[in-house]
């Protein structure tokens, strides 16, 4: 069944026209023949984001950039008066907001008694390719053209004595063989002797000279009789009459269709969505435009005798109709859906199914618009794709850091944990050379953490998994600790710090978070300021925005342009390459965002040779607000040892050189019994035997690890009384959230300092 079939069948009418109009995919616009916009579907109000007052009082240039390349909208349209009933080409559309994007706009004209208007389709360009076969646009103008005015074109070769028909003169003809040549048997079979007479000699009157131009009666058989219109040009080869060029045309229709038959025609066969067509009881596909049937790569006369069930892959008879239902009881308007339609040779693409059901005349239909979103829902899977293998390598990652920061921790806590305890013999004090020699020892050591500390600080922060806990902080008070805990390194450097904050200044922030970010602002104008270079000096003002600015001045070398923007980058280190200064080129990365969690901006201002400037930059409070928010700081300044005697520790540990370093440590109490044990198992058996007061565990353990075993102490009504402590390398913070939730009551990470680890424990004791 062609376009035409259809519409004399069901003769849809203004209100199905309106219907097709709005519930197309894409833009549409009626234009008069002057361009002025008429009407538009509310679509077009919703990609170009205009209402529909703003869009009838503006020229369409307003809406497509540099109008038509640069024609008027009169001398674009010229390019349909010349015989050409479609245009396709791309441009670019402009949203209100000024923004441009790709767009494909397809116009064709529809006659009315009133003259020539114009319908407009805009599509927004796909991720796809839109580049389209030149050759394909021409068939396809030619072929409608022929279509709307029912006109066909043929050939016939004298020498062969055999017709030639184009595609919709074999329609007007009832001629659908196979084969493109056709004796003129096969034409004038369904003619009167009469009308084969005419055509016969008109024949050779146009061999002779004479103007071909005949009307014959047609009379298919079980179809009513209707009149050809037949007219033509004799074409001459090597001074012989070679063929004759014609046209055909059925004179029964009328010449001019009325504007809504016209319009629901170019609706349907120029939409850029599929449009399918299948009647409401037996579900047969009616009608298809070219686009649906170019997709699904079946004719149009092979959709008339299949299902849409027949083409969607996710669906069966029974489901379909379930899912038709609401619209077939009027519960809804219209469906959507989602699957995948299958070719005709059995490829298959995804489709976004818009179905309405419409009344015809007394005949009621489903109309189904099916939009192409392979490309979309192709690139949905390789984002999810994507996502996949970046959680996969987070996930690696995570288990590599904290592998690392276990193995890196264990020796460590050993190297960091002897040092200092060697620091606090009494019995034989070290002598200065030997102190010497420690410091360096545990400067070394102290670097090395620092470097795995910062490192995994950063994870975190990548991770989103640090916390702020913002409060009143007293500018001037910060940045004098900061300051003297410096100036023995600055002192080294052969430069000196200057706080020029004289007074008490208040923001807003987190003090730790704060301390750590000023800390390694100092550090790096210490180290990188030229020695002998001049002061540093430490200042702070208020910005137009309400912020506190703390500024660190040094006088040093300065930073080049061009590695300004890269200063903030993981890993850039500010010195030369052959630089001695020690770092990890991660402390700028991690300040920035420490400063950017706690609401603020950091930055710098820098000359090459005259000396840099970083800023901090957090919100102000009033010195009004201030009490309030300031909390007490209480920090172990001294190494105090209590008694505790009667008091038994059990440690589980398997590492020799730890367990020895707990030993020790806890010889600093009175009366303490210590227990030590190198498995889970052992460990468990001591707990039951001794009842200790507060155990100590590691969470790395050959055979049970520290984790089972607490499942297991929970259980047992001998040991669920018994406070644990967990003491591990892995310093993750979900290593210490499974901890947590596993019922240790504390968590203490190795290495440690000897006076903080005391502090936690002495609360058990």
């Known amino acids: 069944m062609n376009i035409n079939t259809l519409k004399k069948s069901t003769h849809l009418e203004s209100q199905q026209y309106q219907q097709l109009f709005e519930n197309n995919s894409e833009a549409i616009l009626e234009l008069d023949k002057t361009g002025q916009i008429i009407q538009v579907n509310d679509y077009f109000s919703h990609l170009f984001e205009y209402t529909e007052p703003e869009i009838l009082t503006a020229d369409i240039g307003f809406f497509i950039y540099d ?15 010349n015989k050409q009933d479609v245009l396709i080409d791309d441009f670019f559309g402009v949203k209100k907001t000024g923004t441009k994007f790709k767009i494909q706009v397809t116009m064709s ?22 580049t389209n076969n030149v050759i394909e646009y021409s068939e396809h103008k030619l072929h409608q053209s022929q279509s709307y005015a029912s006109i066909g074109h043929w050939h016939y070769n004298f020498l062969k004595q055999k017709f030639e028909f184009s595609h919709h003169a074999k329609e007007l003809l009832s001629l659908h063989d196979v084969a493109n040549e056709f004796q003129i048997s096969d034409v004038t079979d369904m003619m009167s002797e009469s009308d084969k007479h005419k055509l016969r000699l008109a024949i050779e009157g146009c061999q002779n000279g004479l103007p071909f131009n005949e009307k014959v009666k047609l009379s298919p058989a079980d179809e009513k009789s209707y009149e050809l219109h037949l007219y033509g ?30 319009s629901i025609a170019s609706i349907i066969e120029h939409s850029l969505d599929e449009i399918l067509i299948f009647d409401c009881e037996s579900l047969l596909f009616v009608e298809a435009n070219k686009l649906a049937c170019r997709n699904l790569g079946f004719n149009k006369k092979e959709l008339t005798q299949m299902h849409p069930y027949d083409v969607l892959v996710e669906f069966t008879e029974d489901l379909f109709q379930q899912v038709l239902q609401p619209l077939y009881t009027s519960e809804q308007d219209k469906m959507l859906l989602k699957s995948r339609a299958e070719r005709k040779d059995g490829s ?15 005949k009621e239909i ?84 620092n470097l795995i500390n910062e490192v995994l600080e950063l994870s975190r922060l990548e991770a989103g998994r640090v916390s702020i806990s913002l409060e009143s902080l007293d500018i001037q008070e910060l940045v ?30 987190d003090r730790m978070r704060l301390k750590q970010v000023l800390l390694n602002l100092l550090s790096n104008a210490v180290k990188y300021g030229n020695q002998g270079g001049g002061d540093i000096l430490v200042t702070y003002d208020t910005n137009t925005q309400g912020q506190g600015v703390i500024s660190v001045t040094d006088q040093g070398q300065g930073i080049a342009e061009d590695k300004l923007n890269s200063i903030f980058m993981p890993f850039e280190r500010l010195e030369t390459e052959d630089s001695h200064i020690e770092g990890s080129g991660i402390g700028l990365t991690i300040s920035k965002q420490m400063t950017e969690l706690m609401g603020g901006n950091i930055g710098v201002d820098s000359t090459e040779g005259l000396g840099s400037c970083f800023w901090v930059a957090l919100p102000c409070i009033s010195a009004a607000k201030v009490k309030e928010d300031l909390q007490p700081k209480n920090t172990r300044k001294t190494l105090n040892i209590i008694d505790a005697s009667d008091k038994s520790i059990l440690y589980i540990e398997d590492n020799p050189a730890n367990l020895k370093l707990v030993e020790r440590m806890f010889a600093l109490y009175s009366n303490c019994h210590f227990l030590h044990a190198p498995s889970a198992s052992i460990g468990l058996e001591l707990a039951r035997a001794h009842q200790p007061d507060l155990i100590l565990m590691d969470i790395h353990l050959p055979g049970i690890s520290g984790i089972q075993a607490k499942t297991i102490m929970d259980g047992d009504l001998e040991l669920m009384h018994i406070p644990v402590i967990a003491v591990s390398a892995s310093a993750l913070e979900q290593d210490i959230k499974i901890a947590k939730q596993a019922g240790f009551v504390d968590y203490i990470t190795k290495p440690f300092q000897i006076d903080s680890f005391l502090t936690e424990i002495e609360k058990y004791l």
């Open 67 to 81: 109008a038509f390349g640069g024609l008027s909208f009169a001398a674009y349209a010229q390019k349909l008066t």
């Open 109 to 130: 004209w529809i006659y009315s008694v009133d003259g020539p208007k114009f319908i407009l389709f805009i599509r927004a360009q796909k991720l796809k390719d839109h």
């Open 233 to 262: 040009n004799l074409e001459w080869h090597d001074n012989q009459p070679f063929c004759i060029h014609g046209l055909i045309q059925n004179a029964s229709e009328k010449k001019i269709k009325t504007a809504t038959e016209l």
């Open 348 to 362: 298959q693409y995804f489709i976004d199914l818009k179905i309405k059901k419409m009344l015809c005349k007394d």
């Open 366 to 449: 489903y109309i189904a618009f099916a939009d192409d979103v392979t490309d979309r829902e192709t690139l949905i899977d390789q984002l999810y794709q994507a996502k996949d293998e970046a959680e996969r390598a987070n996930k690696a990652k995570s288990e590599f850091l904290s592998r690392m920061s276990h193995e890196l921790r264990t020796p460590m806590n050993a190297i960091l944990g002897f040092s200092q305890l060697m620091t606090f013999n009494k019995v034989k004090p070290l002598d200065i050379g030997q102190l010497g020699h420690l410091s360096e020892i545990t400067k070394a050591g102290d670097h090395l953490l």
């Open 480 to 509: 004098n600790d900061i300051c003297l805990c410096l100036q023995p390194v600055a002192k080294n450097y052969a430069v000196s710090i200057i706080n020029h904050i004289r007074e008490p200044a208040y923001i807003k922030g």
